[in-house]
């Protein structure tokens, strides 16, 4: 496994790469690597000759200091982890090589980001549309894999790649859970173990607002019923549970399809923010 934390032996290394006409599969990452992750590795491997991770926690997508100093650092554990999943190189850069100075660009994403996540977490996306612009320029991927629990993250991506004419396929994996059902994710590790363990509730709700809307119930009955539930839950905060168009994240009617909507939900437990998803296809 190669590692480069300079912009331009990296394109130097990937530019022999497509001289021998390899196809390349790009996974990017900000570390504290889980199953999920991997998962994405898998994928990239089955479906492309090079892979390609980046392992960078992006400051201009958090819109709270105290969010981006408590986010895990375990470089080492990453790259250990990559290795052994067969990743052929890691892109490791600075801040100082991804913001040699303050950006002034601004991405706007209109109506996508800003709703659910961009509505809670205003300029996040802006971030996220900055960062993945800089590593698809320099890794110039031919496919690139996220995970389905960053579904926003994900929607907002491929409309950054429709409108900027990025030449590449984008790929949403499914969610990988623990045991418990808890979407994966590198903020699980904040949680306390009977947090951890609690925080199965939270697919659990998912699970059961889909079972009530194939049955028959109206959405506005489940909102209901699933905002009682988390206030009766003492360490749990739930800031949004919303049905959704899945192609665009916009509210939902009652003439809708089920198999057309997906259910977003958001919860701050311990103060560490939570988010899952369900696509429903009856």
């Known amino acids: 496994m190669r590692i480069f934390h300079e912009p331009e032996s990296l394109k130097k290394h990937l530019s022999s790469v497509k001289t021998d006409q390899k196809s390349i599969g790009f996974v990017p990452t900000m570390g504290a690597l889980h199953e999920g992750h991997l998962s994405l590795i898998d994928a990239a491997k089955n479906t492309t000759d090079k892979v390609v991770a980046s392992i960078y926690i992006n400051p201009t997508q958090f819109d709270n200091q105290s969010d981006l100093d408590a986010y895990p650092r ?18 490791l850069p600075t801040d100082t090589i991804m913001y040699p100075k303050p950006s002034q660009l601004n991405i706007s ?68 859970r623990e045991a418990n059902g808890l979407a994966m994710s590198s903020r699980n590790g904040r949680l306390s173990k009977l947090a951890f363990k609690e925080a199965g ?48 994240l916009q509210a939902v009617d009652e003439q809708m399809e089920p198999k057309d909507m997906i259910i977003c939900i958001a919860v701050y437990c311990e103060n560490v923010r939570l988010i899952d998803n369900l696509i429903i296809n009856s």
């Open 74 to 91: 375990v470089a080492e554990q990453d790259l250990e982890m990559l290795k052994n999943r067969g990743c052929d190189i890691v892109f």
């Open 201 to 248: 509730l939270i697919y659990d709700s998912l699970l059961r607002a889909k079972a009530a809307l194939l049955d028959g119930i109206h959405i506005p009955m489940i909102k209901e019923e699933i905002k009682n539930f988390y206030a009766g839950q003492k360490n749990f905060d739930l800031a949004y549970f919303e049905f959704r168009n899945k192609y665009n």
């Open 109 to 176: 994403f209109g109506s996508l980001e800003n709703t659910l996540e961009g509505k809670e977490r205003p300029g996040h996306f802006n971030g996220v549309g900055l960062i993945v612009s800089k590593l698809f320029h320099l890794i110039l991927p031919d496919h690139a894999f996220f995970g389905q629990k960053d579904y926003q993250q994900f929607l907002i991506i491929d409309q950054l790649c429709q409108e900027l004419f990025f030449p590449l396929r984008l790929h949403c994996m499914p969610i990988v």
